[in-house]
């Protein structure tokens, strides 16, 4: 089988990952910081779009890669329309999207505008994304709120939940699609699933902060303090948002989201870290129990992914609660560069089959449609 080059690119809200592969094996991989007061100069993070791109082909230039051989650049999704999971060429449709804005502004926005302009480039490229945050499988039930203006949405680490559970089945020599899994993102902002036989059925919005508190979003808050707080005339909409994503969670707590600070503080007896630390761990485990309940209780595996599944002290917490459920696996980080990258592996080999951005692929999200 001949060998097969693919570029991945990950933009994040500081910085820009990118790698290159050779078929399966990582090359070259970069992680390019973009210093605030850089990003300050753009009021909107679509205007970053050609800084990032210069910023990329820069360091690939510096490594000194050749580009003519790439065959797939995969760029991570952003929030596009509520979409089905798999690869989807770039197309003229999905960059109008990505460009709007349709469902929010995120830096992933910019990953399939910048891998598309690379790809034409390029002579033997095409772009693709792969498991967009906006993959929606959630059951009509799951969709429903407490009230008609109120619609709970899918939007959630789906690159990451995918990958890591379809690892876990290979491990334990089974299908992806044939397994019950709960998986659990912990990251800047935490996802948890319900995996039903390949389908996320049910899982947090974690853009928005819904569900356990993270390091920098406030999580599931109540709701009447919520309101009283919107009109007590003292914050702007901007700064109550920022309350609850951006700003929230041990940001919030500690005037800081690094969450290995928080870990430190926490082991040398600083009780104020050991609570919020618990308290975090405690809604994590408390949302894992309620995915269990999705499941009907037919799990097969709790699977903790996310750079704060390196932290011992928080992981045995959530052990205690929830293990009773079902074993507790452990996959500490993400690896989102290698599962862009394979999706994009898989394609050009023919594994997969590439799917277009259009309305077949789109879900109707409107519980009471028929369709």
């Known amino acids: 089988m001949p060998d097969k080059k693919i570029l991945a690119i990950n933009p994040g809200s500081t910085s820009t990952k990118i ?32 800084y990032r791109k210069e910023a990329i082909l820069r360091e690939l230039q510096h490594a000194e890669i050749d ?9 991570r999704g952003g ?38 302009d690379i790809a034409r480039s390029l002579p033997n490229a095409k772009a693709y994304i792969a498991d967009p945050v906006v993959v929606d499988e959630m059951e009509d039930v799951a969709r429903i709120s407490g009230h008609p203006l109120f619609k ?4 959630f680490h789906a690159l990451n939940h995918k990958a890591v559970g379809r690892a876990y089945a290979r491990l334990v020599n ?13 990251g800047g902002g935490i996802s948890i699933g319900a995996h039903r036989q390949g389908r996320v059925i049910d899982v947090n919005q974690a853009l928005d902060g ?19 707080l919107c009109f007590s005339g003292k914050y702007s909409y901007d700064e109550i948002r920022e309350m609850i994503t951006g700003q929230g969670g041990l940001m919030a707590w500690f005037g800081t989201n690094n969450a290995y ?3 430190l503080l926490a082991a040398d007896g600083d009780m104020k870290a050991k609570k919020i630390q618990d308290a975090m761990a405690y809604q994590i485990a408390k949302y894992i129990g309620a995915m269990a309940a999705v499941l009907h209780g037919e799990v097969d595996a709790i699977i903790l992914t996310g750079g704060l599944a390196h932290n011992t002290a928080l992981v045995e917490y959530i052990k205690k609660m929830v293990s009773f459920i079902a074993p507790v696996v452990i996959y500490p980080g993400e690896d989102e560069m290698h599962a862009l990258a394979m999706n994009g592996l898989r394609v050009l080999r023919g594994e997969l089959e590439c799917m277009e951005y259009n309305e077949s692929n789109m879900i109707q999200t409107d519980p009471f449609t028929e369709g």
């Open 79 to 116: 929030l596009l329309h509520p979409i089905r999971s798999g690869v989807y060429a770039v197309n003229e449709r999905l960059k109008e999207d990505l460009r709007k804005g349709v469902m929010g502004e995120h830096a992933s926005n910019l990953g399939g505008l910048i891998a598309d």
């Open 261 to 263: 600070e928080i870990e």
């Open 152 to 155: 709970r949405q899918s939007i």
């Open 174 to 186: 089974h299908q992806y699609e044939e397994m019950n899994l709960i998986i659990a993102h912990l």
């Open 19 to 50: 790698a290159v592969y050779l078929n399966n094996r990582v090359i070259f991989l970069k992680n390019i910081r973009h210093p605030p007061e850089e990003l300050r100069k753009f009021k909107h993070i679509s205007e970053q779009y050609e």
């Open 210 to 228: 819904e569900g356990p508190m993270s390091p920098e979003r406030s999580g599931t808050i109540p709701a009447g303090q919520l309101v009283k």
């Open 67 to 75: 580009l003519s051989m790439i065959e797939a650049v995969v760029g």
